[in-house]
C-alpha cells in the first residue's frame, strides 16, 4: 500500500473513502457527476511499492527512467490508472482512466508527449470508420459528442493520447479505441502541469 504523504488544501478535506480503481484515498466532496478530487501526493521514495489488495500497483517512476527529465506519465492497463510525476519530482498524481477495449487495440511501450491541445477536435481513424462506417468524419472541439473531453495530450505515437471525456462511464473500463482518458476535471490538472516532453509508459 502506497505510504506517500498527501498535501490537500484544509477546506478540501471532509471525509475520504478509497476508490475502487486506483486503491487511493479521495479526499473532498466531488460535485455531481463529477471525478473525485485524488488530491496532490508528495512520493515518499522509500514506500512500500508492492500490490495492495486490490489490483492496483504503486509504481515509481525510475521503475522506467533514469532519470525524471520534463517529467514522466506511465499508464497502468492493468490498474487502470495513469501515475504523473513532475519534472523536479515534488509533485505526484494518480488518476483512473479508461482504456482500449481489446488487446490489438492496446500500444505499450515508450513514447512521450509530443503536443497540447484544449478542445481537440476529434477525427476517427480509417480503422474505427471501417468498424462503424456511421462515425462523423470529423468532431469540432468543445462539442458535445466530442470524445476527447476538454484537453488533449497527444503522445508520439500517431492517434494515441491521454484526453478527458464527458462520458464519465467510461472510467475505469475498457470503453476506448487506443487512448487513456480521463476526468475532465483530471486532464484539466495534467494538461496545466505537463509538460511537451513530458516521457510516457503505457505497460
Known sequence: MLTSAVMLPAASVFGQEIDPYTGQPIYGNAPA???PDLGTYQLDPNADASRNQSSFRARHWSDFYPTLGKGVA???????AVHYWSGDGSTYLVFPCAIPMTEDLTRR????IVRKMKDPPWTPTASMRAKDPNLPQRVEGGAPDNPL??????LSWPAYLIHGTHDTRKIGRKSSSGCYGLYNEHVTQLYQIAEVGT???IF
Open 149 to 154: 473531453g476538454a484537453y488533449g495530450l497527444y
Open 109 to 112: 511501450g515508450q513514447t512521450e
Open 33 to 35: 457527476s463529477g471525478a
Open 199 to 201: 516521457q510516457v509508459t
Open 74 to 80: 506511465v499508464a497502468d492497463i492493468t490498474s487502470r
